[in-house]
């Protein structure tokens, strides 16, 4: 009884942060405050303001001419072409026909799809970071990598990461531009960026912005959430493009835009540097990106009524709904317990949970803070690797 008031409650509130995110508006004050012309003492005033947002309006913006000069030939265009399976049936979409077999009666044929991006050159010898996206869906039979020099190169795929949307591709070339790596820990907000993309070959493509957000996660892009938000223009075909700093340093990857319409609205997301950077040793040395674990977990965000109904004090950490048989359940983690922290980090949603757990080393020791029946309790739970996702949300 108790996890059907549970469910509920999670999947009401679950529902409803869903449609803010998917159909939340910014908001324009459109009311006008009424006012009468101004007196004889007040012209002076309104001259001066006049004056002076005039000047504010022809000061200069800064100066990344020499930016991108340095950086932009490091930018390549990306195209791949996919075989797609297509099923040949003209009841594809009825699920019975589908249950009794219908590909062995209509069988199916292969479709070519083809996808465009950019990439940014980061080893002179020629390895290549894109998005995952850009390689598109399906068999990838062929990747080229169109340089500024305007060669086209056959790229090998070293590896992908859906994870955080991330591919590595290698060119067989040398003496390469590249743009030297920058530290994103050390971003701040409303530092100005430059988005550099190659879209459908019209290279050297910029435009500058400032950074609106770091950390932004739960956006629904990727598994691994840790983005940076920029005003920066980002539109379709610059994803997998360079965001570089006032130094010309890499500090992201151009992933995604937030849009009602499909174009540009002030909204992009880059993945940081330094996971970047994370993401690239770990292909070279893997061929895969290999992540702690703790088995199997589903969770959901604490509300003020299901945490009402565990009985604890407040809203703070997520609560498990479910999990199977792993290193949490072995080490003691049960149902409806509040997961509060990891490793001293505070848990406050489940990309959190999901990164705390996934970046832990594998083979050491998370400690794992809970509430269960209003009081805390500490488990140490061993990390292994990665098989499965370890972290699913409920009401997703």
């Known amino acids: 009884m108790l996890k059907r008031a549970l ?9 409803l942060a869903a449609g803010i995110v998917l159909t939340g508006r910014m ?7 009424a006012q009468s012309g101004p007196s004889a003492e007040t012209v002076p005033a309104v001259a001066e303001q006049r004056a002076a947002a005039v000047t504010a309006t022809a000061a200069p913006g800064p100066d990344f001419t020499r930016v991108a000069e340095a950086t932009v030939r490091a930018v390549a ?5 996919q075989v797609v399976r297509q099923r040949r049936s003209p009841f594809f979409n009825d699920p019975l026909l589908q249950f009794f077999g219908d590909d062995a009666m209509f069988g199916s044929r292969d479709r070519y799809d083809s996808s465009l991006g950019s990439g ?3 080893s002179s010898d020629g390895l290549v ?5 850009v390689l598109g869906q399906g068999t990838i039979e062929t990747v080229i990598v169109s340089l500024a020099d305007k060669r086209e190169l056959t790229a090998r795929i070293v590896g992908v990461d859906s994870w955080t949307d991330l591919a590595l591709l290698k060119v067989e070339a040398t003496n390469l531009p590249v743009i030297p790596w920058g530290d994103s820990s050390r971003l701040k907000v409303a530092e100005w960026v430059m988005a550099i993309g190659n879209p459908y070959q019209l290279s050297q493509s910029v435009s500058l912005g400032i950074v609106s957000a770091l950390g932004r996660s739960n956006v629904g892009i990727s598994t691994y959430e840790d983005f940076i938000q920029t005003d920066a223009a980002i539109n379709p075909g610059n994803s997998g493009g360079a965001l570089v700093n006032a130094r010309g340093e ?13 174009g540009y609205q002030g909204i992009g997301f880059a993945v940081p540097s330094n996971l970047v950077r994370h993401i690239v040793d770990e292909l070279l040395k893997y061929k895969e990106v290999r992540r702690g674990s703790i088995g199997y977990l589903e969770v959901a965000p604490l509300t003020t009524q299901v945490a009402q109904q565990l009985g604890a004090p407040s809203a703070d950490g997520i609560v498990v709904m479910d999990l199977r048989r792993g290193a949490a359940a072995r080490a003691g983690i049960q149902q409806y317990d509040i997961i509060l922290s990891v490793n001293g980090q505070r848990i406050g949603d489940t990309a959190t949970l999901l990164k705390a757990i996934s970046d832990a080393p594998i083979g050491s020791t998370a400690t794992i803070e809970v509430l269960r029946e209003g009081r805390r309790q500490t488990f140490k739970v061993p990390v292994e690797r990665q098989g499965q996702r370890p972290v699913a949300p409920r009401g997703r």
Request: glycine share 8%; net charge negative.
């Open 7 to 15: 469910l509920a409650l999670v999947l009401v509130a679950s529902g």
């Open 27 to 33: 908001r324009t004050d459109s009311s006008v405050e």
């Open 77 to 81: 265009n990306i195209s791949s072409i």
């Open 120 to 122: 940014v050159v980061v």
């Open 129 to 133: 970071v894109t998005n995952n996206h």
């Open 250 to 262: 890499l500090i992201g990857i151009n992933t995604a835009i937030f849009t009602q319409s499909g």
